[in-house]
């Protein structure tokens, strides 16, 4: 695995559920092999202006990610995942989307 992957693992809810999710490598974590992950979600409603990125039919890294539908990179929504629950990977964003995701974030962090 390595930056910009779309990997899937098992997200659990606050009822307990478990429910499989795709996530965005943004980097490794050492010295544990985990990886910093942002969320990917289909709740395009729940945009965040000049933080997230919409990943639309007219976005070229959609199929390329692997995503059945338009989704959003959750930029802020950020987990570190330990590589045993990643359950693989389902794509790719570009390098430049990677970049976006990157300087949005040292953006809203400042």
């Known amino acids: ?14 009822d307990g559920q ?5 996530a965005i490598i943004i980097g490794s974590v050492p010295p544990f092999n985990d990886w910093l992950v942002c969320a990917v979600s289909t709740q395009l409603q729940r ?5 997230d990125i919409l990943l639309d039919a007219k976005h070229p890294d959609l199929a390329r990610a692997g ?10 929504q950020l987990t570190t995942l330990p590589d045993k629950v990643i359950q693989g990977s ?12 990157k300087e949005r974030l040292r953006d809203w962090l400042r």
Do not use: H, Y
């Open 67 to 76: 995503l059945r539908e338009p989704s959003l990179i959750r930029v802020a």
């Open 18 to 22: 478990r429910k499989m999710r795709p």
């Open 47 to 51: 945009t965040v202006k000049d933080l």
């Open 1 to 14: 695995m390595k930056a910009g992957d779309v990997v899937r693992w098992t997200f659990v809810q606050g």
């Open 90 to 101: 389902i794509g790719e964003i570009s390098p430049a989307t990677l970049r976006t995701i």
